[in-house]
């Protein structure tokens, strides 16, 4: 059989109502051949089987592993064929048929065996209304930036960089996604590819779009700081949110607060600097939310508008905050916005 120059790894855990648009919409790329492969983590909403039944009709591989989405992406490149791989969310679609060719080509052309391409977000909602924070976060998604990279962009990379990082870390629950691109960030570069790849934003439209990126936001720097207590004790609270519509913060809080009162002084404030530490990292965002909110008033196409605000506050906000005074400075304000913000969920729940 031909090689595929291509091998697109999908992860899949009950997601049968996704699977028809997702297939009918990889069926629609042209000019290149690639090798599907659907990794299973367990699913029992029939989808399965109805990938089993299909096999006859269209040409792709249904594995199986254990539960969890960085084991299933790694068991998936086992098994793939190809030297390029492309790992996608079962909910992505592309609107340009030569989406995959071209992406394909223009990494072949940039000649780095350490270059990743991620594409153009944007999201798919049930309601057509423009809405800010979904023109925010499709712009900052495109910036490459620090952790603004994630799975729902897709992953195009060769197989040997994916070797050089071991693969995703099979030990995390959530983000492994995050971790992946920042590990690809310490070694080579990320390419954004100009090809758009749109992704369902049911999600956010379910449980809140500021829940769900306050709650990301939390995690990524609980990750970054590595704080391996919060993610072992919140396992039962990300099971009972499978059960819940809206995001429900209130217990992630809570959870954070009961694990400093059971550690000394000492330990708990480390925790809050490390935080304080990060978020004063991610300062430049205060600009570009300015940057963002102008040009989508002026109805200027996602990721095409000035960051003016940004390249001048940017370098003055390092200069002035990048040392200990700013650093204790961001820890103090992020102590505050927590104990507002909890109070808050508080009051909600009351």
Same mark, same amino acid.
């Given at each position: 059989?031909?090689?595929?120059?291509?091998?697109?790894?999908?992860?899949?855990?009950?997601?049968?109502?996704?699977?028809?648009?997702?297939?009918?919409?990889?069926?629609?790329?042209?000019?290149?051949?690639?090798?599907? *492969? !659907?990794?299973?983590?367990?699913?029992?909403?029939?989808?399965?089987?109805?990938?089993?039944?299909? +096999?006859?009709?269209?040409?792709?591989?249904?594995?199986?592993?254990?539960?969890? /989405?960085?084991?299933?992406?790694?068991? &998936?490149?086992?098994?793939?064929? #190809?030297?390029?791989?492309? $790992?996608?969310?079962?909910?992505?679609?592309?609107?340009?048929?030569?989406?995959?060719?071209? #992406?394909?080509?223009?990494?072949?052309?940039?000649?780095?065996?350490?270059? #990743?391409?991620?594409?153009?977000?944007?999201?798919?909602?049930?309601?057509?209304?423009?809405?800010?924070?979904?023109?925010?976060?499709?712009?900052?998604? /495109?910036?490459?930036?620090?952790?603004?990279?994630?799975?729902?962009?897709?992953?195009?990379?060769?197989?040997?960089?994916?070797?050089? *990082?071991?693969?995703?870390?099979?030990?995390?629950?959530?983000?492994?996604?995050?971790?992946?691109?920042?590990?690809?960030?310490?070694?080579? +570069?990320?390419?954004?590819?100009?090809?758009?790849?749109?992704? =369902?934003?049911?999600?956010?439209?379910?449980?809140?779009?500021? +829940?769900?990126?306050?709650?990301?936001?939390?995690?990524?720097? !609980?990750?970054?700081?590595?704080?391996?207590?919060?993610?072992?004790?919140?396992?039962?609270?990300? /099971? +009972?949110?499978?059960?819940?519509?809206?995001?429900?913060? /209130?217990?992630?809080?809570?959870?954070?607060?009961?694990? @400093?009162?059971?550690? &000394? %002084?000492? #330990?708990?404030?480390?925790?809050?600097?490390? =935080?304080? =530490?990060?978020?004063?990292?991610?300062?430049?965002?205060?600009?570009?939310?300015?940057?963002?909110?102008?040009? $989508?008033?002026?109805?200027?196409?996602?990721?095409?508008?000035?960051?003016?605000?940004?390249?001048? !506050?940017?370098?003055? %906000?390092?200069? !002035?905050?990048?040392?200990?005074?700013?650093?204790?400075?961001?820890?103090?304000?992020?102590?505050?916005? $927590?104990?507002?913000?909890?109070? @808050?969920?508080? =009051?909600?729940?009351?």
């Amino acid at each position: 059989m031909k090689q595929p120059e291509l091998s697109i790894v999908v992860p899949i855990l009950n997601e049968s109502a996704e699977l028809p648009d997702f297939l009918a919409d990889l069926q629609r790329q042209q000019q290149v051949f690639f090798e599907l *492969l !659907f990794v299973d983590g367990g699913s029992v909403d029939g989808g399965l089987e109805w990938l089993q039944q299909l +096999q006859l009709e269209v040409p792709f591989a249904v594995l199986q592993s254990e539960r969890g /989405r960085a084991r299933q992406l790694n068991h &998936g490149v086992r098994q793939a064929n #190809a030297d390029w791989l492309l $790992f996608l969310h079962v909910d992505s679609r592309f609107s340009d048929p030569l989406a995959l060719r071209n #992406a394909l080509d223009l990494m072949q052309q940039a000649g780095s065996s350490n270059l #990743a391409g991620h594409f153009a977000l944007r999201f798919r909602r049930c309601d057509e209304q423009p809405a800010f924070g979904y023109y925010y976060y499709a712009w900052k998604a /495109r910036l490459g930036r620090p952790e603004t990279i994630h799975g729902d962009q897709g992953f195009v990379l060769q197989r040997n960089l994916f070797e050089q *990082l071991n693969g995703f870390n099979e030990t995390m629950r959530v983000m492994e996604d995050t971790d992946f691109a920042e590990r690809v960030r310490e070694i080579g +570069q990320w390419r954004l590819l100009p090809m758009e790849i749109s992704t =369902s934003a049911r999600r956010f439209e379910i449980e809140g779009l500021w +829940q769900r990126q306050l709650l990301g936001a939390l995690i990524m720097c !609980f990750r970054d700081i590595g704080w391996e207590q919060f993610f072992a004790e919140s396992r039962d609270i990300y /099971r +009972q949110q499978a059960e819940t519509e809206q995001l429900q913060l /209130r217990p992630f809080f809570r959870l954070i607060r009961n694990l @400093f009162s059971c550690m &000394g %002084y000492r #330990a708990a404030w480390r925790i809050w600097w490390q =935080s304080g =530490s990060y978020v004063r990292r991610h300062g430049w965002q205060l600009t570009f939310a300015l940057d963002a909110r102008l040009a $989508f008033n002026r109805g200027v196409v996602v990721g095409q508008g000035s960051t003016l605000l940004t390249r001048i !506050f940017e370098p003055l %906000y390092e200069l !002035f905050t990048d040392n200990p005074l700013g650093r204790l400075a961001a820890t103090l304000m992020l102590r505050f916005w $927590f104990e507002v913000t909890d109070f @808050f969920l508080r =009051s909600k729940d009351a």
